[in-house]
């Protein structure tokens, strides 16, 4: 399509040259293919008043169709103009309001951000506010849609199959925050978030369709707009997306629905807000959970509290004869394990499993009494990460007076755990790898700080880890940022219009 010099605005020309540049520039992926593309559909047009009135005279139908894709989804309001998308101000409304209307069809991640953004775009007139009837320009809107499907922007594992990131709480997804968060993760050299979707106490951290979770009220108050978005945001920067599911421990559920909780000797509900890994439609809420979490393009899934609880197991009454069939439990993990890696497999998503760091020893009681045995598990996933945090072993754990001081620990967990893959005939090329969770946190150490962190991960890779996972449930990271110095400048990965937001 032939397009005149003389026919664009210098408005209209600037706005050419933004999206010419991030045509030419953006990161590749791991199979050398280029995300320009992608790149390209999530930078956003900034579309200021000043930049409309000089685009006034820009060639009107030409504009209008660049943005063809907002067409019946704009607000009540809102309307196509020559320099991209204005709104008439109506009674009532604020700057947030306007900014909570738009959000989805731009590039800003919070509303408080777009909101200001809107009130500094139009001048002089913003500062009496909203008024009825005030005709402002809403900028930072994408040059076309987000993608229906978001599955379609997967970025996938590296070719390397080593995966290093950090656990992010959906709270912390949630905030203003994140995109500042995806930009130090990607500067300190790493690739990958894992974001909660339930975590154990049970509520969800998006509005989910679920029909389940909706009826126990697991989507109320949830702490991020989109799961999708949070996903697109982390993608647009080189992130890839590890979507962690707690399946048995749900207060929440167990609570809403007994019928799913374990149960007593006596035949009474349990109440210590675990669900019975037997139940079916225990397994089918964590599996629907994970269908949903598939459909919002994550890059790999990650099961945790895949288990049997192990404390406070006073008169528990499981259902299962453990006496006659000792592996009962690691039969019924297993399984189910096999059930979440069938639907996996069918969209082309490895499948992680958090496993108890004791396992890692290869004590077989232990397997035992959580189910979760890691060679059988193996076989059934890409990768196991062995929570194996020097400060959860008691004292006294293979001579250590206090283990937690200890973080060669990890590198002795993977040790053992391939040693013990190996010893049961298991092919290591053809088993998950192990990817363990590695202690960014203080708890009971004396000696914690950045040279903790970076003796974890050397003793993981000398022992054969495939990469590792930084856990700090209060999401205080600055120990983790020194221990990993800046590789780059995240800045050269990201649009402009996606900074900071």
């Known amino acids: 399509m032939k397009i005149r010099a003389r026919q664009f605005a210098p408005a209209a020309m600037v706005v050419c040259a933004l999206l010419a540049a991030v045509t030419f520039a953006g990161p590749a992926d791991a199979r050398g293919k280029s995300h320009r593309p992608s790149l390209l559909r999530r930078t956003a047009v900034t579309l200021s008043a000043t930049a409309a009135s000089h685009a006034h005279h820009a060639d009107t139908p030409t504009r209008v169709s660049a943005f063809r894709w907002l067409k019946g989804r704009l607000p009540e309001g809102g309307a196509l103009a020559d320099a991209g998308v204005v709104h008439t101000v109506r009674a009532g409304e604020t700057w947030q309001s306007i900014a909570e209307a738009y959000l989805d069809l731009t590039s800003v991640y919070d509303p408080l951000d777009l909101a200001k953004e809107i009130a500094d775009a ?6 009496r506010g909203p008024t009825p009837g ?8 994408l040059p076309s849609a987000p993608p229906s499907t978001p599955a379609a922007e997967r970025i996938g594992v590296p070719k390397d199959g080593i995966m290093k990131g950090i656990y992010v709480r959906g709270s912390t997804a949630g905030a203003r925050t994140y995109p500042a968060l995806l930009d130090r993760v990607a500067a300190h050299g790493m690739n990958a978030i894992v974001l909660d979707v339930k975590d154990y106490d049970g509520p969800l951290t998006y509005p989910s369709k679920v029909p389940l979770a909706v009826e126990a009220g697991a989507t109320r108050k949830a702490p991020m707009r989109s799961y999708a978005r949070a996903v697109r945001f982390a993608h647009a920067r080189g992130v890839r997306v590890i979507a962690r599911v707690s399946c048995f421990n749900d207060q929440l559920m167990a609570k809403a629905h007994p019928g799913m909780a374990i149960r007593g000797i006596s035949g009474h509900v349990y109440r210590n807000g675990w669900l019975d890994p037997k139940s079916e439609r225990a397994q089918d809420y964590a599996i629907d959970l994970v269908k949903e979490a598939l459909a919002a393009g994550v890059d790999e899934i990650q099961l945790d509290y895949v288990r049997f609880p192990v404390t406070g197991m006073k008169n528990i009454d499981f259902g299962l004869d453990t006496r006659k069939n000792p592996n009962a439990k690691v039969e019924v993990i297993t399984k189910f394990v096999e059930r979440v890696h069938s639907v996996t497999k069918a969209h082309g998503v490895p499948l992680s499993l ?14 035992q009494n959580l189910g979760q045995d890691p060679v059988e598990l193996a076989q059934h996933s890409e ?11 008691d004292p006294g754990f293979m001579g250590y007076e206090n283990p937690a001081d200890h973080p060669e620990l990890v590198g002795l967990g993977v040790k053992h755990m391939l040693s013990e893959m190996e010893e049961r005939g298991i092919d290591l090329s053809k088993a998950a790898k192990i990817r363990p969770w590695l202690q960014a946190m203080r708890h009971t150490t004396t000696n914690y700080g950045a040279g903790y962190i970076q003796e974890q991960i050397r003793t993981s890779d000398k ?16 120990v983790a940022w020194s221990a990993l110095p800046k590789k780059q400048d995240p800045t050269r990965l990201v649009p402009a219009s996606l900074k900071r937001r």
């Open 122 to 127: 139009n001048g002089p007139a913003s500062k």
């Open 134 to 141: 005030l005709r402002v320009a809403i900028p930072h809107i």
């Open 354 to 367: 958090d496993v108890f760091g004791v396992i890692a020893f290869g004590k077989k009681v232990d397997m």
């Open 383 to 393: 990768f196991l990460s062995a929570m194996v945090y020097p400060s959860h072993y």
């Open 463 to 478: 022992a054969g880890g495939a990469g590792w996972l930084l856990w700090n449930p209060g999401q205080v990271y600055n």
